[in-house]
DNA sequence: CTGAAAGCGCTAACAG
DNA sequence: CTGTTAGCGCTTTCAG
């Protein structure tokens, strides 16, 4: 079958590890390089004998080919790399949108690369280069809360493929959103099936989109049941745990307290749980607490946070999909992940309203 | 200084985004490709006359010239992307580590490749496909529990760039390891200086290199102290929140029960926290918990729970500049993280023995 | 001091 | 059915 030769080559291969080349497998089985590249990549016309076309795979199987991935992209003009860019990595709820990309990309035949968001420079430059560059063929971008719209919309030059993840930006680009409203709704429907009257709100900062949306579910559902949004009730400083910690002690002092809160975010819901243990404040007899977004925290707090599921992995899949679309078809779309629906997980941090 | 057709293109241009190549550059410089090369990346013989340095300069500006990536990547072969590869991309703790590369490699001048590690297809195959088809330059990757480290040294092609985490292979790969001996002795000697001797483990899979030597570290502090370390005082579940909740639902039922407990990771340790709550177990009065790795869950939960902090970003970062070593200067090498020493943060969840 | 030309590994016409 | 050829955009000798 192989001569001498080929049996050399396989033993210089096994050690040293010399990238092997089209041409090094179009010589091992005696055919020109295209036929090779034809054959390996099941190009349509596959106009090849089925001898020689063993004759190839058997080569390049020995010969442990791989196709080299600068090569292709220089030639194709596309890397089949997603990048994902999102101002904070560390956040925890971030690993499930990431999550749902990675699948994503791989469903798609991309690999996704991370993009640095530097708090110093600005979030254009990223996009400029990982695009510019041509080291993605797409982005998938979540724009940092309060980042210029305008300068957002500078920048997006629109026929690249991006998408935006938690904002909008009609016509520049794609976008896909969560059902924050309804998240919002679904947490403030729940206190109020239970009772509660004085309902407060525990929201992120004002800048954020997933913000303003949570809160104006929260506000809808109040209306809807004759209960009026006081702005004394709500707090707007942000995600994180001790945020939500900070928003426990100003709703703290009010007079009347209210007797349920709505936390915009699980993060800061732990930290507001833990606070209201520090004042001794007790959950739920003397304050309900509902938070939007769920996660193997919430229930492992004590008590085990009451919680609306948010659909995070399917907006980081769907995400994927809309910039493959864009990439495939040009087609720009504005997207709202209403299905599944954010899901109430009733666990034991809420109760009807003890007075 | 610039004709009409400068403008011209200048004007197309500001619409259209086709990718500006370097010989559009030279052309409106007047000057070769090759002139332009040399002055954009600043070979060393920069020989060209300060004039032609600045029109090339300027032209590269106006058509906002950005250099090809795949381009550069197959003339170099080098691509300037380090892949990152890990098991569960969903767990938190991840996340500091992957924070740690991602600093590391763009102070390196690098960016990340997210590995994806299917469950189903082996991890060779991954690691065969990034490096054998030249999408990395080098990888850091965290091995998963269990994997053969048979399988694992054959695959690793010596000549390759990788370095391992969270584990060894001598001769065959580089490694970084955080010094889990010292968080399992830290965290227990802290609950010998509070009193306890009867100090249980709740630890992580047999299988899992960062277990064993968390389990070393918590043995050695106990003999060193004239303690024994009991069989029955031991459990090797996981490092899950609800694997550590199993841990002390089997450890309760012991008599005498311990009175105080190392738990080799902080998301398990918030599992078996809550696991006492339910139980009516009174921590710390009842039983004292301390565990390895910090994180802002530790800080909010109830009570507060004591943790060691381990040098996690510490131990990517430093990954990274191994792996660049390793291109850079071919050294392969073995890396422990000793200093900063982990650190015990004492919070609320241990006391002396109450008896 | 500057330009022409070869080639990185692959694909896609276009000939034979 | 198969081979030859011309690039993709960039870097890099090597001549001028």
Do not use: C
């Amino acid at each position: 079958m192989s001569g001498d030769d080929g049996a050399a080559a396989d033993r210089r291969r096994a050690s040293a590890t010399a990238p092997v080349t089209l041409s090094e497998v179009a010589a091992r089985a005696g055919v020109s390089v295209s036929a090779v590249s034809k054959v390996l990549r099941g190009t349509a016309t596959i106009r090849v004998s089925p001898e020689t076309r063993q004759r190839i795979l058997d080569a390049a199987e020995e010969l442990r080919y791989r196709p080299n991935f600068a090569a292709r992209a220089l030639q194709a003009a596309r890397t089949q790399v997603l990048g994902l860019v999102v101002p904070d990595l560390t956040n925890a709820l971030f690993t499930e949108l990431m999550h749902g990309v990675e699948d994503g990309a791989a469903a798609h035949g991309y690999t996704v690369l991370l993009g640095r968001l530097d708090t110093d420079r600005p979030q254009t430059e990223v996009i400029a280069r990982l695009l510019g560059e041509g080291r993605v063929d797409g982005l998938v971008l979540q724009a940092t809360d309060g980042v210029d719209p305008a300068a957002l919309d500078q920048l997006l030059d629109p026929r690249a493929a991006v998408v935006l993840i938690n904002s909008v930006a009609r016509g520049r680009a794609s976008s896909v959103t969560i059902d924050d409203v309804g998240g919002g709704r679904v947490a403030t429907e729940h206190l109020i099936g239970l009772g509660h009257t004085r309902i407060a709100l525990a929201g992120g900062q004002t800048t954020s989109y997933t913000a303003q949306r949570r809160r104006q579910g929260h506000q809808e559902a109040m209306r809807a049941a004759g209960l009026v949004p006081r702005a004394d009730h709500e707090t707007a400083l942000g995600y994180t745990a001790e945020q939500g910690r900070e928003a426990l002690r100003r709703l703290a002092q009010l007079d009347p307290r209210p007797t349920a809160v709505v936390v915009a975010n699980v993060n800061a819901a732990v930290g507001l749980l833990a606070e209201a243990r520090a004042l001794g404040i007790d959950v739920p007899r003397e304050l309900s607490v509902a938070t939007v977004l769920d996660s193997w925290t919430a229930e492992n707090t004590w008590p085990p946070l009451t919680a609306v599921r948010m659909q995070l992995y399917a907006m980081g899949e769907t995400a994927v999909g809309s910039v493959v679309r864009r990439l495939e078809a040009g087609a720009m779309t504005d997207e709202v992940i209403l299905d599944p629906a954010p899901e109430l997980v009733v666990r034991e941090s809420t109760a009807p309203p003890s007075s």
